[in-house]
């Protein structure tokens, strides 16, 4: 290290990591105030990134770059239309089934309100509070923030679509300019493609693990004799691209739905068979595989679930692996000093050569003791070792006759 480089981290290092977390959330802080911007335009990248792929194999079998990118185009606008167009329908036919259940809603709020008044609730009290739930004020609140969650929603449709148009237009230049960049800073590029190439794994796995699991859940849910199976499956597609928590919201729905059709035990067997499904593939599953389509760990993607929510609202839970894989290989990778961070985030590790392991984190192993290397490591260490002594030992040798034939030869006075 040099004297400059000393100079610089001359503070102390709790003083170091304290301002890095501060740093931090003032990112995360600024990123949830420009959400509305940065979410659509990221959502973007990432679904023309995802079928780059096919625009690619266009280009290699000779079309031209213009009919290329239109088709990466098409591709992108048609899975968003039919994934809305599927919501619009499930909302639709819900919204058809529902009134033919009123009698089983009527019955079920009068055994709510028999089982309220043997805890100790008046149907009086019960009924107030309703009335307060439903008063003109809350149901004018209610449909106040509906429409201004549309607009935002219609906003950020529109953003999406724009900003995919113009990064489709723009992908027919971009091999050009990846070879012009990679011709001065191959380090960027490199990032830049490990990047692109988990966010395309990331959409393939969260894709065929949705199949999976709406197929899954329809037979469940057809074998209990739920209503609307076909609609809770097509929301458990939807749902499963968010991470680890996306079954919580497809299981209440069809259990809802099973309570009013067939009555608590049926709601009870759907709640669990659809748990179980949705739990085990989409939280033990598929973190670990699409984990390892992007290079964290389970437990990083989970976290970083949290964390994108917070900063990019509820489109960050759709984006939150890949927005971790792009800080990860745009800014801790190409980093020396942070590599110790990408180490410990990664599911994939270099088995280590020479290190010292605890005993907290290694049992078995002792504090201060070596690390077993390979054998054929260990000998030709050795061996280099012994060669370089040899060396050693006859360059010395060499000096000690240079300097004996120099007093020989010279003249005496």
Partial sequence: MTAEDAQRWMLPRTLIVLLSIIAVIAVLILLS??????APVFLGFNLVIAVMPLQQWLLRIGTPKVLAALASLLTVYAFLIALLWSIYWSVQSLVVELPGYSAEFNRMYRDTLVWLESLGISQDEALQQLQNAFSPSAIASAVGMVASDAGVALAFLATLF???????????????RIKRIAASNPGIVRGIDHFAAGVQRYWVVATIFGLIVSVLDFVALTALGVPLALVW???????????????????????LMALLANGPLNALLTAILFSVI??????????KVAGDAVGV??????????????????????????ATLAVKTLLIDPDPKLHWVSKFISNKLEPARDGRIGRAIGPGVQVGERTAEPRAERRRAAKQGRGERGRAKRSKADRGAGRGRGKRGAPQQ
């Fill in 297 to 322: 760990t389970p437990a990083t993607s989970f976290l970083s679930l949290l964390v994108w929510a917070f900063a990019l609202g509820p489109v960050g839970a759709l984006l939150a692996l890949p």
């Fill in 233 to 255: 499956a097509v929301f458990a597609f939807v749902t499963n691209y968010i991470p680890n928590v996306g079954f919580v919201l497809g299981v209440i729905p069809p259990t």
């Fill in 278 to 287: 949705n739990f085990v593939m989409q939280s033990l599953i598929q973190p």
């Fill in 162 to 176: 724009v900003v995919i148009f113009f990064l489709c237009w723009d992908s027919m230049g971009l091999p050009e």
């Fill in 33 to 38: 105030q420009v959400s509305t911007f940065v």
